[in-house]
């Protein structure tokens, strides 16, 4: 049974910056590809960012490059995303996802492409 859990949201002022955690459980006999999403009130479920199972491919949302770093520990099974320079746009909740793969290279950036998801923490950034 695979199991996802998110840690790490809370609330912060603009500008400010957080760090969320994400710790599988049941992948560590496979490969995978994870990734952040978030999904704002109204608004579809976007991806912030997605790590291949070697971690040399990574994918960044266009509203997220060069302020969100993701990362991940194999020998842990944790994926992390660092986000810096938050902004009130990036209020959400976000989510945790993992999906298996035969590459050790790919990512993928639709929420369709994900079978695995956490339960989601709240990101809230004010003004």
């Known amino acids: 049974q695979v199991q996802l859990v998110e840690s790490g949201g809370g609330a912060v002022q603009a500008g400010g910056s957080l760090r969320l955690s994400c710790a599988a459980s049941?992948?560590?006999?496979?490969?995978?590809?994870m990734g952040w999403f978030r999904q704002a009130p109204g608004k579809e479920r976007e991806c912030v960012a997605a790590i291949s199972w070697s971690g040399y491919n990574i994918y960044y949302g266009d509203s997220v490059k060069g302020r969100f770093t993701i990362s991940r520990d194999n020998t842990r099974s944790t994926v992390n995303l660092e986000m810096n320079s938050l902004k009130p746009e990036d209020t959400a909740v976000y989510y945790c996802a993992a999906v298996r793969t035969v590459s050790t290279s790919s990512t993928y950036s639709g929420a369709k492409d994900y079978n695995y998801w956490g339960q989601g923490t709240q990101v809230t950034v004010s003004s």
């Open positions: 049941g992948l560590t006999s496979s490969r995978n590809t």
